[in-house]
């Protein structure tokens, strides 16, 4: 160890910076974010108003007219809502709210990687619980059998979940729920696009019930950085105790205020992405030489059969294409993760995929 390297703690000398491999392609499908962007007259409305914003100005320490105007529109109390420069902002500072050295918090494997990131930089103890290799579903029995004999501090339910795209079935999230006396964590970033219903719904039901929501998807605002929690008014009373201040700038504010009162436009967006993962799906699970599986998010995961994974990532990216290699992850070994983009940019994915497969 270094000098430099001994002033740093332990927990932060194991982990990794987080890392997306970056590649210059023409069609860029491997972030899953929304391919539709809004009108060119909702664009100058919005930089009108951008225009005349305060720039040098803080924003308020906390959103609060944003935050009174986003628990309108789902129908909560605004001390039931935090809201944070991005939903990876929020999963750290809340992490670190709550679990401390040796305490339990349980994910399920596979899942979106940063939550095990947070845990270990601050020493908890990660209870993991393994994903069907063959259907990559989570068990109820299993994950009950877990929780029950673990009682983590925390438990972590993505639904749907990155990478794997599968959801945990509505009435299955309830059951845990109703077991669980620690906190449950439910990220619900994909819900638009799923099957299930969100447990928004449910919360004054459950005290221990946390819910991540984010804009960059279905909302298709991935650049401004938004992301929020919705949970009793207890818990954000203390999460905003580690929540990084000053953080939502008022741009971000500005265009998501607007973007909430044309929800037309995100429902239209989400069904023609809705459009084109179905007709994706039925082409894909056609292709000899991979194995897709059934999404319930807004990107497609599958297997690489005989070629080797490396020459398909290759090969596509030659083709202008960018997908996401998921190989790394718990169960995961041999997969590819693609998530619904344009029409011509899906149709340039299926004819170089099935080629180079072939």
Known sequence: MNPIESLFRPAVLLEHEYKVTEHICQVKLNQNENPYSFPAELKAEIEADLLNAAWNRYPTVFPDHFIAQLAGHFGVLPENLLIGHGSNELIYSSLWAILGHGEKILIPEPSFSLYKTVANLCEALVVPVLSNPETLKMDLAELATEIHRHQPKLTILCSPN??????????????????????????????????????????????????????????????????????????????????????????????????????????????LIKTEKARIFAILKDIKGIQVFESDTNFFIFKVLKNPLKSVFANLVSEGILVRDVSSYTNLSGFLRVNVGTPEENDQFLTAIKTIVS
């Open 162 to 271: 990155n990478p794997s795209s599968q959801r945990i079935p509505y009435d299955d999230l309830i059951s845990l729920l109703k077991m669980s006396e620690g906190l449950v964590w439910v990220d619900e970033a994909y819900i638009e696009f799923s099957e299930n219903q969100s447990l928004v719904d449910r919360l004054n039901e459950f005290p221990n019930l946390i819910i991540l929501r984010t804009f960059s998807k279905a909302y298709g605002l991935a650049g401004l950085r938004l992301g929020f929690l919705v949970s009793s008014a207890e818990i954000i009373r203390q999460l905003r105790k580690t929540k990084v201040p000053f953080t939502v700038d008022e741009m971000s504010q500005i265009i998501a205020s607007k973007i909430l009162k044309r929800m037309d436009l995100v429902d239209r967006n989400v069904e």
